[in-house]
């Protein structure tokens, strides 16, 4: 069955980086878009950003736009959030998310999150 295991997540500095990564399994990794999604506490789900099947073309919420940095390698089945220049708000329950098809639309499996917390 499908898994999606995320990790990379902590604690950092207003202003500091961190980097997520999502290991996917059970599925053809390489055919399906992939996604980052967050929720802060009280708050609903805010979608971050996307990545097409073959890496072609990624997608980002204004809110992390210039910041945040989506990638992925198909041949490790991995997907990676790279957050720059961090702020409070960014304080959240990361989730990674598979598409149900090549392009970053609708989604059917999640992972369980990893932990961002951005404090001094």
């Known amino acids: 069955q499908v898994q999606l295991v995320e990790s990379g997540g902590g604690l950092a500095q207003p202003g500091g980086s961190l980097r997520l990564s999502c290991s996917a399994s059970?599925?053809?990794?390489?055919?399906?878009?992939m996604t980052w999604a967050r929720q802060a506490p009280g708050k609903g789900l805010e979608w971050v950003s996307g990545?097409?099947?073959?890496?072609?073309?990624?997608v980002y919420a204004d809110s992390v736009k210039g910041r945040f940095t989506m990638s992925r390698d198909n041949a490790q089945n991995t997907v990676y959030l790279q957050m720059n220049s961090l702020k409070p708000e960014d304080s959240a329950l990361y989730y990674c998310?598979?598409?149900?098809?090549?392009?970053?639309?609708?989604?059917?499996?999640w992972g369980q999150g990893t932990q961002v917390t951005v404090s001094s």
């Open positions: 059970g599925f053809t990794f390489s055919s399906f878009a």
């Open positions: 990545i097409y099947n073959d890496g072609s073309a990624t």
């Open positions: 998310a598979k598409a149900k098809a090549y392009a970053p639309k609708e989604y059917d499996s």
